[in-house]
C-alpha cells in the first residue's frame, strides 16, 4: 500500500493557480500567473528533493501531466529535474479513456478517478507524489485519500484565483510535522492526517 502526497505552493488566502509562469492557468481571467517564481528558494527544492530522493511515483491530472512534459522533456530535458521525472512512473488521471500519454512510463487511469486512486493505492508500493493538479487534490480530499500534505506557503495574498481549501465538504484535522523556513520568507510545512 502505498500514500499520497500532495506538493502544493500556495498564497497566504490559499491560492494554488498558476505560481510557475504568467500563462500557466488563465482561467477565470486570472492575471497573476508566476507568483511564486519570487519565492523560489534551493530550500525549497531541498525539502521537495527528500520525497522524490526515495522510491516514488507521480501521479498527475491531465492538464499538470502536459504541463509538466512541455516544461522539463521538451524544454529543459538535460535538468536533473526533468530526467527524474521522466524516469519515475507517472500515473495520469483523464476523463479520456482515449488519451495519448506522450513521455515515456506513463499509465492513464480514465474514468472514476477516486475509484482507480483508491485502487492504486492499494496495490501500488511506492509513494504516490502529487504536484500541483489542484481539481485532481479537491477531489481526493473529498475521498479521503491524501495522506500528506508539503505546502510551500509565500508570503503574498492575491485576493482571488482557485483555492486549494475552497468549498471543502468535511472538517478535516491535520498534524504538523514539520516547518521549515526558507529565506525569501516562504514556509514550508508538512501536514498529516492524525
Known sequence: ???????????????????????????????????AVAGNDPEIQKVVGKYMGGGWSLLAGRITYEDLYEAWHVRQPAHPMA????????????????????????????????????KLKKEHNKTLIIFGSGILVRSLMQQDLIDE????????????GHQLFKDSKQLTRLRLVDTVAADTGVIIATYRLP
Do not use: C
Not at 4 to 27: F, N, W, Y
Not at 83 to 102: E, G, I, M, R
Open 1 to 35: 500500500m502505498s500514500k499520497i502526497i500532495a506538493v502544493e505552493a500556495l498564497t497566504l488566502d490559499g491560492v494554488m493557480q498558476a505560481p510557475g509562469r504568467p500563462d500557466e492557468d488563465t482561467r477565470d481571467g486570472f492575471e497573476y500567473g508566476g507568483w
Open 83 to 118: 530526467q527524474a521525472l521522466t524516469s519515475v512512473q507517472k500515473f495520469v488521471v483523464s476523463h479520456n479513456p482515449d488519451y495519448k500519454l506522450p513521455w515515456e512510463h506513463s499509465t492513464l487511469l480514465a474514468g472514476d478517478a477516486a475509484g482507480s486512486i483508491a
Open 149 to 160: 500534505y508539503l505546502l510551500q506557503i509565500h508570503p503574498l495574498v492575491l485576493g482571488k
